[in-house]
């Protein structure tokens, strides 16, 4: 119950790609796992990613590869009965989603996508502020999620490795609006959207705004960009009421800041700067130990790839391809 980490060889992030053949692209270092073991207190390490997923003593798989990675270790690692923390997206497509999404209830373990903003006390509140009507009706939801250019040799800029900055960073965006469907007569759709390309990366987006719509008339904007001159990772929501801006929704333990305007006045609420990432990791582990709810599950995740996939093919680029991992 106890036995959840083991670190396997290769570097935290996105590998190569995978090979052809073998699935598991080049032989990974073991002796730079047992270094991060040692440094990390790491139980033991493992030589491959298929070892880890044939090791009985592993429970849980946290999934933080390329995007283009996720979907297939997300399929191998159910397969083999391990409950699984994702990142984002969980897929390359909705239909790949959808893949995960019928293996997860096949092999009846936890699945769920890594969204760790949700359960912080900033988006919590956020959306307390709505159920309490102190804001009013739900008019408008602006969210920005945008960095400061990686390096061209990126896998954030690969299109084999379903990169862009919708991936990457709108996702979030994508998603917090989506969670306010309680509030906006249901889930959003979208309207229109445009791109812009990654000079000398063709279908590779390097920033995407889309405009979404809700069924009780509420309009929302989603941007990111991934070649900004700061980082800006906001969300605002408008009522009838008043309004509410989150500086930092997505790494709230950098800003805990939520500011509240009402006609009654200004105010800033200090939520803390525990990080998401913990409160996350307690949830699931909740989860998985003791089945308690979630608020995110593998259907969550299709929805979010859906409109992702709606955004890429209104902004003329497509979804993003798949990526097979060899036998």
Sequence with gaps: RGRLRAARGGSRGAPPPPRPAGGGGPPRDRSRAESFASAHGVERTLGSYAELL??????????PLANGLHGPWNLAALAAGKHVLSEKPSASDAEEAAEVREAAAESGTVFMEAFHYLFHPVTRRLHDLLASGELGELRRAEAMVAIPAPEAS???????????????????????????????????????????????????????????GFPDGATGGVRCHMAYDRLEMSMRVVGSRGEATAPNFV????????????????????????????????AFAARVREGTALPLDADDAVATMRLIDACYESAGLGPRPRTVLGG
Excluded at 54 to 63: I, L, Q, S, T
Excluded at 162 to 182: E, F, Q, S
Excluded at 251 to 270: A, M, S
């Design 54 to 63: 044939a090791d009985p003593e592993v429970d849980v798989v946290y999934n």
């Design 154 to 212: 990126d896998p954030r800029w690969s299109l084999s490795l379903a990169g862009g900055a919708l991936m990457d960073l709108g996702c979030y965006g994508v998603h917090a609006l989506r969670m306010l469907a309680p509030w906006a007569g249901g889930a959003p759709r979208l309207l229109s959207a445009r791109a812009g390309e990654r000079e000398g990366a063709p279908d590779v987006d390097e920033w995407l705004d889309a405009d979404l």
């Design 251 to 282: 790494l709230p333990q950098r800003d805990d800041r939520l500011v509240i305007r009402t006609p009654d006045g200004e105010r800033t609420e200090h939520l803390g700067t525990r990080s998401s990432y913990t409160y996350q990791l307690e």
